[in-house]
Nanobody
Framework: QVQLEESGGGLVQAGGSLRLSCAAS????????MGWFRQAPGKEREFVAT??????RTFYADSVKGRFTISRTNPLVYLQMNSLKSEDAAVYYC????????????????WGQGTQVTVSS
C-alpha cells in the first residue's frame, strides 16, 4: 500500500510560481514511478509529468514542458511550476504506479486527494 498527500497549492498571479509537494508513505514507495495529473472543472484528468523510480527519467506534457519540473527525494515528490498561466488552474493530483513511467491515469494505482491551484490574470 502507498498513501499519498499533496500540498502546496494556492492562489498565484499569472507568471508566478508554485511548488507542489507529494508526501508518500509505504514500504515500497521508492520502487514506484510517480506522476502528476491535473483536472480542471468540466474537463478530464490530464497527464502533467512523470518521473521514474530512480529519479533519472522525466517526461512532461507538451503544455507544461519548459515551465514545470518534476523531481523526487523519497519520500517526497515535487512539481515546480513556473510561468503559470490561467490554463494551468486545476486540482493537481500525485499518483504512484508500480513499474515504468506511465502517461495514462488509468495506469496509476494510488492517488492523493489533490491540491487546488488557482491562477489569477
Amino acid at each position: 500500500q502507498v498513501q499519498l498527500e499533496e500540498s502546496g497549492g494556492g492562489l498565484v498571479q499569472a507568471g508566478g510560481s508554485l511548488r507542489l509537494s507529494c508526501a508518500a508513505s509505504g514500504r515500497t514507495f521508492s520502487s514506484y514511478a510517480m506522476g502528476w495529473f491535473r483536472q480542471a472543472p468540466g474537463k478530464e484528468r490530464e497527464f502533467v509529468a512523470t518521473i521514474d523510480w530512480g529519479g533519472s527519467r522525466t517526461f512532461y506534457a507538451d503544455s507544461v514542458k519548459g515551465r514545470f519540473t518534476i523531481s523526487r527525494t523519497n519520500p517526497l515528490v515535487y512539481l515546480q511550476m513556473n510561468s503559470l498561466k490561467s490554463e494551468d488552474a486545476a486540482v493537481y493530483y500525485c499518483a504512484a504506479t508500480n513499474g515504468f513511467v506511465r502517461y495514462e491515469a488509468r495506469d496509476y494505482k494510488y492517488w492523493g486527494q489533490g491540491t487546488q491551484v488557482t491562477v489569477s490574470s
